[in-house]
C-alpha cells in the first residue's frame, strides 16, 4: 500500500486523495495501470503533475477499461492535454463497447487529439468578438453580459483551456472599458413587470384545462419530458448509461433491435391488475405515456398478470379506463400472461446455462436478506430440468420447490426466485399453467420482448437494476434500459392496496371509489378533473427524489381547471325561507344567471324568481354584528342576479325559537336607498338534492407512521370526513346533468354529479371548497 501511495502522489495527488483512492479497489487497479503506462513512454520521472491530474480523471470516469491503455497512451504522448480533449475521447469510445476499432483519423477530428490553441490564436479570437459587441460594451459597460463573449470565443477556439480564453476577455474589456467606475458598481435596475391584459390571461388559463399540456407555472409536463431535460440515452445507445453490462452479442441485438422499432422511443405502463390506481399511479402514467408522447413514441400498458390468486377482471376494466381517463391512449394493451409460453422456454434455457435451480427451501426460509444458502444452488443441471418439468406437470405442492435464479441483488438478496407453484386458475390461461413466473424474472423480460425502450420505474426499484441487465444477458437476449424517478406520495391518506381493502370491509369507506380516498376512481367520482391531475402531476415535477405533497396543492390545481370550467349555479344548502309581502300574490319572472359571470359570452340559464326564496340560514343574523356585511333587522341584502334588494319586515319562529320564516320587502336595486353591502345567492321553485361534504380522511399527515399515530391507521380516522345533507336546495337548471357534470355552487364551493343520483333525487358531491371561506362574515 505505501508503494501505491508513493506512485499517486507522484503525479501531483495528495496524500489524503490518495489515500481515499486506495479504499477503491477498482479505481486503484485502474490508475496504477495508467501510471505504469505513462512511465513506460515517458520514464519513472516523466510524468508531471498536468500529466497525472489527466490519468487520474481518466481512470475515475472510464467505465470500460478495455479502452485504459489506448487512452492512457494518447495522455502520456501529450495527444490528449486537456480536460476538453479527455472529456470528448471517453464521450467517443462510449460509442465502441466492444473490442471494435476505433478509426483513429475520425477519433483524432472528434477529440481535438493533438490540436494545440497557441495564446496569439486566442488573443485574436477574443479581439474579434470585443469588436463585434463592442458598441454595446461601450453602452453598457460591465453591465454588459460578459458570458456573451466568453461563450462565442470558446465556439470559436472549442480545444482551448476555458481558464485561460476568461482571463484575455478580462485583460481587453479592462483595456476597452477601463476600471469600473461607482456608476458600474451600481445595482441594474430590475426590469418592470408587464401586466397581462386580464382576458389574455384568462385565455391562457383555457388553454392549460383544454389541452392538460400547458403548465400554468413553469414549464409543462411536456416540455420537462422533451429533449434534454432528463438526459436519457438514445435509442439503440444503450450501452452508454452507467451500469449497463456489455456482452459479445450486445451490438448486434442492439442492430436488431433498431431495425423493428426504427429508432421509435417505447415505453410502458405495467401495473398489476389486484387494485384500483391511486394519485401516485397518475406520476406514472404521466412519465410513461407522457415521455413518449414528447417524443413521438409509443407506449404500452401492459398487465402484469402473474399472480392469479388477487386478479379480478374488474381491476383490468379499471385500469384501461382510468389511463384514458387521463388522456393516454396505449398503443396496445398487452398481458404478461401473454408471454407465459416463451417465459417458460427462457427458464429453461436459464437453467440450461447452468444460471437457474430447483429450490425446496420454503417461503418463511427465504425471507428477509440473510436467508441461509440453498443446499441446492450446486444440483447437476440435468438434475434441475427434471424437476423443473415436474414442477410444471403439476408433480409437486405448493411451496415444495422453486426455480431460483443463481445472482445477487444489489440489496445483497441471495438468488431471487423465478417460477413458483400455485394451484390457481388464471383469468386468461385457464387451467394450462401452474407454475406462474415471478415480478424480478417476467419484467425485464416482457420489456425485452417489447422492444421496450426505456422502462420507467420508481425509486424503489433502483436496487433491481443490475439484476434486470444481468438477466437479459444471461439469456443472450436484448436488454432495455431501466431509468428510475420518484415516488407521489400525499399526506392524510393510505395507498396500499391492503390497506384501503381494510377500510372497506371494516365500513369506513364505502369502496375504492369512495370520495374520501386518493384513489384515482375516488378522485373521479369526487369531481376533480383528469386535466388538474395532470397539472399536479407536471408541477411536482420530473424528479428523482420521492416527493410527499400536501392534498390543498392539488386542490389547487383542480380549483384552477373548474374555475374555468364548471358553471355557476345557485344551491342552498342549509335553507331558510323567505317570502316577499310587497308582490303581487301570484308575481314570478324570470331571472337570466350567466354560466360564467366573468364571460357572459359563454352562456345563460333561467331560473324563476317568485315570492317564496330560499336562502343560507348563515346569511342572516338577528343580532348585527360588527363586520357582519349581510341580512339583520337593519340591514338590507341584495340577491344576486335578480337586480332586487331585500329589507327585512318580520322574523318567524316556531316553539323552540328557532327562526323558520322571514318576511321581507324588496326594491329594485336601482330605487335602493344605498347600495347594500352584500349580495347573497338564493334559490326559487329549487329542486331538492342531496349533498356530501368532505374533510379528511385521517386526522394526522402520516396515518401509517406508528411514531405518529401509535395506534395503527384505523385509530386515526376522522369521524367528521363526511357530511350528508339530505334536503339540500339547487336551482332547476341542473335537472339534466349527467354523472360527473361539475358545478360551481356559488359562494359554496365546487359540486359534482354523483352516481348514486337518481331521476327522483340528485346527488351532489363536495369536489374542492371556494379560496374564500364562505362562512367569514
Known amino acids: 500500500m505505501a508503494d501505491s501511495l508513493t506512485l499517486f502522489t507522484s503525479i501531483g495527488l495528495s496524500e489524503q486523495k490518495a489515500k481515499e483512492t486506495l479504499k477503491n479497489e477498482v479505481l486503484t487497479s485502474a490508475l496504477k495501470d495508467a501510471i505504469n503506462r505513462a512511465q513506460a513512454v515517458n520514464g519513472a520521472s516523466g510524468v508531471d503533475r498536468a500529466m497525472g491530474t489527466l490519468l487520474y480523471s481518466m481512470a475515475s470516469r472510464l467505465r470500460d477499461t ?8 494518447l495522455i502520456a504522448q501529450r495527444k490528449i492535454s486537456t480536460e476538453l480533449q479527455l472529456a470528448a475521447a471517453l464521450e467517443f469510445v462510449k460509442s465502441y463497447p466492444q473490442e471494435d476499432s476505433i478509426n483513429q483519423a475520425e477519433f483524432e477530428n472528434v477529440c481535438g487529439v493533438g490540436v494545440v490553441v497557441t495564446p496569439e490564436q486566442i488573443e485574436e479570437a477574443v479581439e474579434a468578438v470585443i469588436n463585434k459587441h463592442k458598441e454595446s460594451l461601450l453602452k453598457e459597460r460591465y453591465r454588459y453580459n460578459m458570458g456573451l463573449l466568453m461563450g462565442e470565443a ?8 476555458g481558464k485561460i480564453i476568461k482571463n484575455e476577455v478580462d485583460v481587453q474589456v479592462l483595456h476597452l472599458l477601463g476600471a469600473k ?3 458600474d458598481l451600481e445595482k441594474k435596475p430590475k426590469p418592470q413587470k408587464v401586466k397581462v391584459p386580464e382576458n389574455e390571461g384568462k385565455a391562457k388559463k383555457e388553454e392549460v384545462a383544454v389541452s392538460g399540456e400547458v403548465q400554468p407555472e413553469g414549464k409543462s409536463l411536456m416540455e420537462q419530458l422533451r429533449g434534454e431535460a432528463l438526459k436519457f440515452h438514445k435509442t439503440g445507445e444503450n450501452y452508454k448509461t452507467e451500469g449497463y453490462v456489455v456482452t459479445p452479442s450486445t451490438m448486434n441485438l442492439l442492430k436488431k433491435h433498431m431495425e423493428i422499432t426504427g429508432g421509435q422511443i417505447r415505453t410502458r405502463f405495467p401495473p398489476e391488475p389486484n387494485g384500483i390506481l391511486h394519485i401516485g399511479h397518475a406520476k406514472a402514467i404521466n412519465f410513461n405515456f407522457g415521455y413518449a408522447k414528447a417524443n413521438n413514441g409509443i407506449c404500452f400498458l401492459r398487465y402484469d398478470d402473474t399472480n392469479p390468486e388477487k386478479e379480478e377482471e374488474k381491476y383490468f376494466t379499471a385500469i384501461k379506463n382510468m389511463v384514458e381517463w387521463l388522456g393516454y391512449e396505449p398503443y396496445e394493451i398487452t ?13 429453461v434455457d436459464l437453467v440450461r446455462r ?3 435451480y430447483v429450490c425446496h427451501q420454503r417461503g418463511e426460509e427465504l425471507k428477509g436478506h440473510n436467508a441461509p444458502a440453498s443446499p441446492w444452488r450446486d444440483r447437476p443441471t440435468e438434475e434441475s430440468l427434471v424437476l423443473f418439468e415436474r414442477m410444471k406437470k403439476g408433480l409437486f405442492a405448493e411451496g415444495e420447490a422453486t426455480l431460483r435464479m443463481k445472482m445477487v441483488m444489489e440489496d445483497g438478496k441471495m438468488d431471487p426466485v423465478a417460477y413458483r407453484i400455485k394451484y390457481t386458475a388464471h383469468h386468461r390461461t385457464g387451467d394450462k399453467w401452474c407454475i406462474y413466473p415471478t415480478y424480478d424474472y417476467t419484467h425485464c423480460l416482457c420489456d425485452s420482448i417489447e422492444n421496450i425502450t426505456h422502462s420507467l420505474c420508481t425509486k424503489e426499484f ?3 437494476r443490475s439484476s434486470y441487465f444481468w438477466l437479459c444477458n444471461a439469456l443472450d ?11 407521489l406520495n400525499l399526506t392524510y391518506t393510505v395507498v396500499s392496496k391492503r390497506k384501503i381493502i381494510k377500510l372497506v370491509e371494516t365500513g369506513v369507506v364505502r369502496d375504492w371509489d369512495d370520495p374520501r380516498l386518493f384513489t384515482l376512481t375516488a378522485l373521479r367520482r369526487r369531481g376533480f378533473p383528469p386535466v388538474a391531475i395532470n397539472n399536479f402531476c407536471a408541477r411536482v415535477g420530473v424528479t428523482v427524489a420521492q416527493v410527499t405533497m400536501e392534498p390543498h396543492l392539488l386542490e389547487a390545481c383542480v380549483r384552477e381547471v373548474l374555475n374555468d370550467t364548471a358553471p355557476r349555479v345557485m344551491a342552498v344548502l342549509e335553507p331558510l325561507k323567505i317570502t316577499i309581502t310587497n308582490r303581487p300574490t301570484d308575481a314570478k319572472s324570470d331571472v337570466q344567471v350567466p354560466n360564467f359571470p366573468a364571460n357572459e359570452a359563454r352562456g345563460s340559464h333561467v331560473v324563476p324568481f317568485t315570492n317564496t326564496v330560499f336562502i343560507e340560514q348563515s346569511d342572516f343574523r338577528e343580532v348585527m354584528e360588527k363586520g357582519y356585511k349581510r341580512l339583520t333587522p337593519d340591514q338590507p341584502v341584495g340577491l344576486r342576479h335578480a337586480g332586487y334588494v331585500i329589507s327585512l319586515q318580520k322574523v318567524i319562529k316556531d316553539a323552540e325559537g328557532k327562526v323558520v320564516e322571514l318576511e321581507v320587502s324588496c326594491c329594485l336595486s336601482t330605487e335602493a336607498k344605498e347600495k347594500p353591502k352584500a349580495f347573497i345567492h338564493w334559490v326559487s321553485q329549487p329542486l331538492t338534492c342531496e349533498v356530501r361534504l368532505y374533510e379528511r380522511l385521517f386526522l394526522h399527515k402520516n396515518p401509517e407512521d406508528q411514531s405518529e399515530v401509535p395506534g395503527g391507521f384505523l385509530s386515526d380516522i376522522n369521524p367528521n370526513s363526511m357530511d350528508i345533507i339530505t334536503s339540500a336546495l339547487v336551482d332547476r337548471s341542473v335537472k339534466a346533468a349527467k354523472v360527473l357534470d361539475k358545478f360551481q355552487f356559488e359562494r359554496l364551493g365546487y359540486f359534482s354529479l354523483d352516481p348514486d343520483s337518481t331521476a327522483d333525487k340528485l346527488v351532489f358531491n363536495r369536489t374542492v371548497t371556494l379560496k ?3 362562512g367569514k362574515i
Open 477 to 487: 437476449v436484448y436488454c432495455p434500459v431501466q431509468w428510475e424517478y420518484g415516488r
Open 462 to 464: 433502483q436496487a433491481r
Open 66 to 73: 478495455k479502452r485504459l491503455v489506448f487512452l492512457s497512451d
Open 354 to 356: 447452468g444460471h437457474a
Open 154 to 161: 470558446r465556439a470559436a477556439l472549442k480545444w482551448a483551456d
Open 335 to 347: 398481458h404478461a400472461s401473454d408471454n407465459f409460453q416463451q417465459l417458460y422456454d427462457l427458464a
Open 181 to 183: 467606475t461607482e456608476a
Open 772 to 774: 374564500e371561506d364562505p
